[in-house]
C-alpha cells in the first residue's frame, strides 16, 4: 500500500488538540494516552504540535497557545506545523467538550489499523527484498509483531485494588480444591522507620538488592501498609508484574495463607474462611496498581499528578523498577548508565513537585554473585554516581538464607556456619528468614543496619520483637 493511502483521520487529530488547547487540566489523561505516532494526517503535520504539548506535560508547564507556539518556535518546526494561524484553526474547530472520548477512540482504531498495513507492508518488502533463511521464522516473526500491533490497543491504567481483590475474591470461591518519633508516613517497620526517620514528602527512597532479596515483596508491604494506614491514594507502578498477582500477594500476606495455595485452589476450609476475611480488609485500602510495562518516567508522572487531582492528595508513589522503564521519546543517552541518571533525575524532581515520597526499586549488578562475600555495597548500585547524588536513602537488602538454600554460596566468610548456629537460638517459626536493611546512604540519620523477618510463601515482612532483634544484631556483630 501506498503511504499516501494509509488510514489517518484528519478530524479526530485536530479536534482533540484544539480541545487540549482550550482544556488543557481537564485533558491529562488524554494527552497520557495518545503518542505522536497517532498523528499522522498532512504528512505528520499535528505530530509536532503534539510533541509540543507533551513536552509542556511532562515538564508541568501551563499549555495553551502562547507555550506552545513558543515551543514550535524554539524547535524550529513552528512552520511546518503551519504558524499561529494553524494553532488558532484548531481551537476555532471545537464546538464542544463532551465527545473527545470518541474522538480518541476513533484516533486509536486509526492509529491500529495503520499499524497493521504498515506492517504487511514490510513484510512483503523483505520477502521481495531479502533473502529468507527459514520460511517458519519468518512468519512468526511477523505473526509476534502483528500481536504486538493489536495488545497495543489495549490501553492500560490504574486498576483499584478494590476491583482486583473483588475479581480474585471471585475467583477464590470458584476455584476448587505508626511510630510517633518519625515525621514521615510510617512503612509499617517501627525499626526501618527510625532509621529512616518515615517516608517524607519529597523524598526518593531506592531499595535495591539482586534477584531474590524479596525487594518487590516489600516494597508492595510498604505500599499496602502505607495506603491502610493514612487512607490516602498510594501508586504503584508495575513494570514486571500483573496486578492480579500482586493482590495475590496481598492475599496471602493478610490472610496468612499460602500464595501457591490461592494460584492454584488447593485451599483448606479455614483458609477460604480467613481469604474472605482479608478480602474485606483489602476493599477499605486505596492502592492503585498500574501495570503498564512500558511506562516512562515521564508517564509516570503524568499519571501520578491525574491521580492526586482527582483524589486530591497522594500518599506515595512506588516505581518497581526503575531501571526497565521505557525510553523517553526522542532522547538518546550514550549508555545505559546515563539513561539510569537521567532517570534518577527526573524521580527525585518528580517527588519534590508532587510532594510525596517515591520509592524506586533497582537491581544491583551481577558482580555481586562473583564474590565470596554477597553481602551488597554501595558500588553494586547500577547507576550509583547519580543514585547518591539524587536519592535521599538508599537501602539495600541481602537476604543469606537465598543463598544458602540455592548452593549459591560457597564460603561466603566463615562466619556463616556460626552466624546459622546462633540463630538457630532465635526459633523462628518455619518459613520465617532474616532479611538485612542496610541504609547505606540516609539524609534523615546516620547509615546503618537493621532487620525484617520475611516469609516468602505468605509474602510478607514483619518487624522482629526487640529481643530477637538484639540476638540478630549480636550474631552480626560476631
Given amino acids: 500500500m501506498e503511504k499516501s493511502k494509509y488510514p489517518v483521520d484528519e478530524i479526530s487529530e485536530k479536534t482533540i488538540l484544539g480541545v487540549i488547547l482550550l482544556k488543557p487540566k481537564e485533558n ?10 497517532d498523528f499522522y494526517w498532512n504528512n505528520g503535520q499535528n505530530r509536532y504540535l503534539f510533541i509540543a504539548i507533551k513536552a509542556l506535560a511532562l515538564n508541568n508547564l501551563p499549555i495553551d497557545m502562547t507555550s506552545v507556539y513558543n515551543f514550535l518556535n524554539e524547535k524550529k518546526t513552528l512552520n511546518i506545523v503551519g504558524g499561529i494561524e ?4 484548531l481551537c476555532e474547530l471545537v464546538t464542544t467538550f463532551n465527545n473527545v472520548e470518541f474522538y480518541l477512540d476513533t484516533l486509536k482504531k486509526t492509529t491500529l489499523l495503520r499499524k497493521f498495513f504498515m506492517t504487511m507492508d514490510n513484510a512483503e518488502e523483505e520477502y521481495l527484498n531479502r533473502p529468507m533463511e527459514d520460511v517458519p521464522t519468518f512468519v512468526q516473526k511477523y505473526q509476534n509483531i502483528i500481536n504486538d500491533v493489536a495488545n497495543s490497543r489495549k490501553e492500560t491504567d490504574f486498576s483499584s485494588l ?17 511510630d510517633s518519633t518519625i515525621t514521615g ?10 532509621k529512616i526517620n518515615g517516608l517524607n514528602k519529597g523524598s526518593m527512597i531506592v531499595i535495591a538488592g539482586r534477584p531474590g532479596m524479596g525487594k518487590s515483596t516489600l516494597a508492595l508491604n510498604i505500599a499496602y501498609n502505607v495506603a491502610k494506614k493514612i487512607q490516602k491514594p498510594v501508586a504503584y507502578f508495575s513494570l514486571e508484574v500483573e496486578a492480579d498477582k500482586l493482590v495475590i500477594k496481598l492475599y496471602a500476606c ?14 483448606t476450609t479455614d483458609e477460604r474462611a480467613r481469604l474472605s476475611e482479608a478480602k474485606d480488609r483489602l476493599l477499605e485500602v486505596p492502592l492503585h496498581i498500574d501495570e503498564n510495562r512500558s511506562n516512562s518516567v515521564g508517564d509516570i508522572f503524568i499519571k501520578s499528578r491525574k491521580l492526586k487531582e482527582q483524589y486530591g492528595d497522594l500518599g506515595l508513589i512506588i516505581i518497581d523498577h526503575i531501571g526497565i522503564t521505557d525510553k523517553e521519546k526522542d532522547m538518546k543517552f550514550s549508555s545505559e548508565v546515563a539513561e539510569l541518571s537521567y532517570k534518577a533525575r527526573q524521580v527525585k524532581k518528580i517527588a519534590g513537585e508532587l510532594d510525596v515520597p517515591i520509592i524506586c526499586v533497582t537491581q544491583l549488578n551481577r558482580q555481586v554473585e562473583l564474590r565470596d562475600n554477597k553481602i551488597p555495597q554501595m558500588a553494586d548500585l547500577r547507576g550509583s554516581g547519580e543514585f547518591e547524588q539524587s536519592a535521599d536513602q538508599i537501602v539495600l537488602l541481602y537476604r543469606e538464607k537465598y543463598y544458602t538454600q540455592t548452593g549459591n554460596v560457597a564460603n561466603n566468610k566463615k562466619e556463616d556456619n556460626n552466624e546459622e548456629t546462633k540463630t538457630n537460638e532465635l526459633n523462628l517459626a518455619e518459613g520465617w528468614q532474616i532479611v538485612e536493611l542496610n541504609v547505606a546512604k540516609n539524609r534523615a540519620g546516620e547509615p546503618g543496619k537493621t532487620y525484617l523477618l520475611f516469609n516468602p510463601a505468605l509474602s510478607r515482612f514483619d518487624t522482629p520483637s526487640l529481643e530477637t532483634l538484639k540476638v540478630i544484631e549480636s550474631c552480626k556483630k560476631n
Fill in 86 to 89: 494553524y494553532i488558532s484553526s
Fill in 28 to 37: 491529562l489523561s488524554v494527552i497520557n494516552e495518545l503518542t505522536e505516532d
Fill in 185 to 194: 508516613y510510617s512503612t509499617g517497620y517501627k525499626y526501618f522507620d527510625r
Fill in 162 to 178: 478494590r476491583d482486583v481483590a473483588l475479581e480474585l475474591d471471585q475467583r477464590i470461591k470458584s476455584s476448587i480444591g505508626g
Fill in 254 to 267: 493478610e490472610a496468612g495463607v499460602n500464595s501457591r495455595n490461592i494460584e492454584t485452589g488447593y485451599l
